[in-house]
């Protein structure tokens, strides 16, 4: 309920620029209690831990390609609007 609680929170105050930067922290923090507590992985055995590890490291390997692919990408200053896309 905490975790619910801090997300509705979040979700209704302005911190800018760092606003997916917090939900994003608190979708983690719930998560990873998911993971270990309703997923019974804090008592598993240590070969599942060791998955459960490996799984998290692909994922961050997979994500730092990503975004290293982003960054290489140039970026306009906006979007083109829906008239720009539709002429004929």
Same mark, same amino acid.
């Given at each position: 309920m905490a975790g619910t609680g801090m997300t509705v929170w979040a979700a209704f105050q302005n911190f800018g620029k760092f606003n997916i930067v917090i939900a994003l922290a608190i979708a983690t923090i719930k998560a990873t209690l998911v993971v270990? %507590? !309703?997923m019974h992985a804090? %008592?598993?055995p240590k070969r /599942?831990? *060791?998955v459960? +590890? &490996?799984a +998290? !490291?692909?994922l961050a390997i997979m994500l $730092? *390609? /990503?975004l290293a692919? %982003?960054?290489?990408?140039r970026h306009e200053g906006r979007l083109a $609007?829906?008239? /720009? &896309?539709y002429r004929a």
């Open positions: 270990l %507590y !309703f804090r %008592y598993s /599942t831990q *060791l459960i +590890v &490996c +998290v !490291f692909w $730092s *390609l /990503t692919d %982003y960054n290489t990408r $609007s829906a008239t /720009t &896309c």
